[in-house]
Structures are given as structure tokens and as C-alpha cells.
């Protein structure tokens, strides 16, 4: 059977036992050898590698092929002969300790969690004006990425947005939402996030829900960003239901984003706010596109839309008055209109 863990092959005392520490706190088992010679048995195998003296050492001096995955990690900087000689091995980083655990931790948990082949998708969906239909329009992509196959993640990022369980008529389900999770600086695993959040099955897919909820706080900058990579790290895709307004959490989720949807109301006055919207977006992000909601008013066409928001039209969603009573009863299912919009959005986000 293959052994899994990581290969550590440093001498030094202090940065082993540093080692140790950081492995343990994301749940990942070492294997040690005493030096290169006694890691040759294991050197092609192991996922990652982590080395600190390697002078005089070479791709043929102890019989190690040259790999991938290998991690220089020391107290101090190498000198010259010795990078050279790391790099013969497949090194091609270097981690100082302390300064760089944030590189080990992320090297480790990478053996732990697995990552998966495929890299997972962020969309952000804003809304233009104030009831706009955003919220709708996330719940309604997520399903459908769920329905489809694939293993979703609904991330609500407004905190005053009353809870986009209740969109989904989740509001019962057990499972943490953002006022009980603690989380600081640092990595959170997806599978962590599966254990604690709500999560049906949808179609053949699967979707989890980090919603807020009717009292405490919304997400930090950095609990956002935790979430956001982990689902992205697990090949999920991610969709985040953002506030209108300026917020550092939001803004975390606009640079990791790779399409924000501008939900935009088909009248003049939706326009002119959701141009004011996407102005701040474009600080953030350069790949925004518009969802527009509902029939065009007093004469306007797509071309006038495009020209007052400032980007392309992805889709229309009409206006239904289907939508209402559906979260009124609680049992969400996006209509033919949404779910049509929601397969355009997924199309463009691959």
C-alpha cells in the first residue's frame, strides 16, 4: 500500500520540531529519515518532501531522481552552492522559519485535503439596486451547478440581508452559519466545512449553505477568504451572494472572483444605481457582466442597458411572479427563466 505522508529529511533540530508542530495542526502525519542516503527508498513515492542541508548533494550523488514537490525549509537562507544543489533535487522554493510557515502549512494541507484535479469556480453576484433579485439569482445558480452534478457551495457575505437560508427554505437545517463559526488567519478545509455546514442533495450533485442569519455577525475579510479558497481548493463551485455595499469581506471575494454577475432591474433607475455599483466593482475586479431582471421600460433595448451600466449583457431573467410564492412556501427550485439564466452564468464561468 502507498504510504501518503510526507518525507522530512532535516537535521536541524529547531526546524524539525517546527515542523512537527505545523503538521500537526492541520492533522497530517510525517515520515523522517535521518538524511538523503536513508530517504532514498521513500524519495520517489512520498507526496512532498521537505529537506534542509543538502551540501554537496545532487540528482546522482545519493541515487534521487529529480521530483516535483520538494520544499527547501530552514532557520536561515541557503548560501549559493547549496541552492544549486537544491535545485538538482526538484527544489524549487524555500521556506524560512518562522517567517514562512504560512508556505508549510499550505504544503501539508495540500497532502491532507487532496486537492482536486479540477479547480473550482467563484462567481460574486451583486445586486444593482436594493431588491434586485441577487440573492435569487446565487441561490438559483448554485442549485443548478448542484442539479447538474457538481458539488456547490453557497456563500451568503450579507450580513444584512437577513439570512440566504430562507431563500432556500433551509432555514431549519442543522449546520453552523457565519455568527458561529470562529475562524482566524490561516486555511480551513473543505471537508471541515462539509462536516459543520447544511448540505442536501440536489439533482445528482450535492450543495452546502454558509449562510448568515437573523442575529450576529456576518463574515470577516479573513473567515471569507478561508472559505472561498478551500471550496476553490476542493474543486467546488463557489457562489457568494455580496452586499451592495463597500465591505473588506466583499472585496476579498471580488479579487478571487472569475466572473461577478451585476443583477441589473430593466428601467432607468435600476441603471443609473447599478452603474453606480459597478463602478466600485471595477476596483476590485475586470471581469463583471450584467443579469438584467425583468421587461425593458419606456423604450429601453439591451444596447441602452450596456451603455448605462458600462458592461455586457449575460442574460435576462424576465420578470416572474412565480419567484414569490415559491419562497413564500419555502420549497426554492429556480423557475425555467432563472434556471435558463443560472446555465448561461455556469457556462461562462468554465
Not at 457575505?157 to 475562524?183: H, I, K, N, S, Y
Not at 471550496?231 to 461577478?260: F, K, N
Not at 457582466?289 to 442574460?315: F, K, N
Request: glycine share 8%; hydrophobic share 50%.
Amino acid at each position: 500500500m502507498t504510504d501518503n505522508r510526507p518525507l522530512v529529511v532535516v537535521a536541524d533540530d529547531v526546524v524539525r520540531d517546527h515542523v512537527t508542530r505545523l503538521a500537526a495542526a492541520v492533522g497530517c502525519e510525517l515520515r523522517y529519515a535521518h538524511d538523503l542516503a536513508a530517504a532514498r527508498s521513500s524519495w520517489a513515492e512520498a507526496p512532498l518532501v521537505l529537506l534542509d542541508r543538502v551540501t554537496g548533494a545532487t540528482s546522482d550523488s545519493h541515487g534521487l531522481p529529480r521530483r516535483a514537490n520538494v520544499l527547501l525549509v530552514r532557520a536561515d537562507a541557503p548560501a549559493q552552492e547549496e541552492w544549486r544543489a537544491a535545485v538538482s533535487l526538484g527544489v524549487d522554493s524555500v521556506a524560512l522559519l518562522p517567517a514562512d510557515e504560512d508556505l508549510v502549512v499550505t504544503a501539508l494541507a495540500d497532502v491532507v485535503e487532496r486537492p482536486s484535479a479540477r479547480e473550482g469556480r467563484v462567481l460574486a453576484v451583486v445586486g444593482g439596486r436594493g431588491g434586485a433579485g441577487a440573492s435569487v439569482l446565487a441561490a438559483s445558480v448554485a442549485v443548478t451547478a448542484a442539479r447538474s452534478g457538481e458539488a456547490a457551495l453557497l456563500v451568503d457575505c450579507d450580513a444584512l440581508g437577513g439570512g440566504v437560508d430562507l431563500v432556500l427554505g433551509t432555514e431549519a437545517d442543522d449546520g453552523l452559519r457565519w455568527p458561529d463559526l470562529t475562524m482566524s488567519a490561516g486555511r480551513v478545509s473543505m471537508a471541515e466545512l462539509d462536516a459543520a455546514l447544511p448540505a442536501r442533495r440536489r439533482g445528482r450533485g450535492r450543495l452546502s449553505v454558509l449562510s448568515c442569519d437573523r442575529v450576529g455577525a456576518g463574515p470577516t475579510d479573513v473567515a471569507l477568504a478561508a472559505v472561498v479558497d478551500a471550496g476553490r481548493r476542493a474543486g467546488r463551485t463557489v457562489v457568494c451572494d455580496l452586499p451592495r455595499h463597500a465591505d473588506r469581506a466583499a472585496d476579498e471575494v471580488l479579487h478571487r472572483a472569475d466572473l461577478t454577475v451585476l443583477v441589473v432591474p430593466a428601467d432607468v433607475r435600476g441603471c443609473v444605481a447599478a452603474a453606480c455599483v459597478r463602478r466600485r466593482l471595477s476596483e476590485h475586479t475586470s471581469r463583471v457582466e450584467a443579469v438584467v431582471r425583468g421587461h425593458a421600460t419606456g423604450g429601453l433595448a439591451e444596447a441602452d442597458i450596456v451603455d448605462a451600466v458600462g458592461v455586457p449583457v449575460l442574460a435576462w431573467t424576465g420578470h416572474d411572479n412565480a419567484v414569490g410564492r415559491i419562497l413564500d412556501r419555502g420549497a426554492f427550485r429556480p423557475t425555467r427563466r432563472l434556471a435558463r439564466a443560472a446555465r448561461t452564468i455556469l457556462a461562462t464561468l468554465a
